[in-house]
């Protein structure tokens, strides 16, 4: 009797599937698509540009989305406009200074308000937004999805899983003191800011 039972137990526990761990997704992408979009739309003039020089790590669970935490980084150096004058003053001191403060970093905390659905989790993401040394706590709507075996059509020869996260939100140019004294006529005070980005998980 024991030993029937010890072996209804050992199938019992062969039945079970296997509780999915945490993954690590690097958001380094070799194929330079990655990018973050900024545009400040003011009365008299709009600037819009963008960057790609992003890195950074994310874990997540697909079973628990809820407990994700990671740190997106974008070199500040990479950050463009189309005319080259502008952009030599982006980089500049009073802009965003990128030779003291080469990267842009958001650090996720903690996400509230989530919601799965398949593969696509939305939720609000709290955490630290440091530019040009000034770091605030914000919260920004972002959405994740995750691609199950997926990595093979974005990156030939690899295999693994991919984390899409996409986020649309706004800051200000005065808290971070990115040339807080230009004219809001000519240089909106609001930067509007798109990010569309994936994350690898590769595997054997």
Known sequence: ??????????????CVPAVAAPQAFDFKDPKGVNNAVFKLDAPLEAINGSANGISGTVTFDPQNPATTKGRIVVAAASLQV?????????????WMNVAAHPEVTFEVKALRHVKTDGDKTSADATGTLKIKGVAKEITVPVTF????????Q????????LLVIRANFTIKRSDFGINP????????????????????????
Request: no cysteine; proline share 9%; glycine share 8%.
């Open 181 to 204: 004294q230009a004219p809001e006529d000519k240089v909106s005070n609001d930067i509007a800011l798109t990010l569309s980005i994936a994350g690898a998980s590769p595997r054997p």
């Open 1 to 14: 009797m024991n030993r029937t039972l010890k072996h209804l137990l050992v199938l019992a526990s062969l």
């Open 82 to 94: 189309p005319n080259p004058m502008m952009n030599g003053h982006l980089h500049g001191a009073q």
């Open 145 to 152: 999805n995750y691609l199950k075996d997926k990595l093979g």
């Open 154 to 161: 974005r990156v030939p020869n690899l295999k693994g899983d």
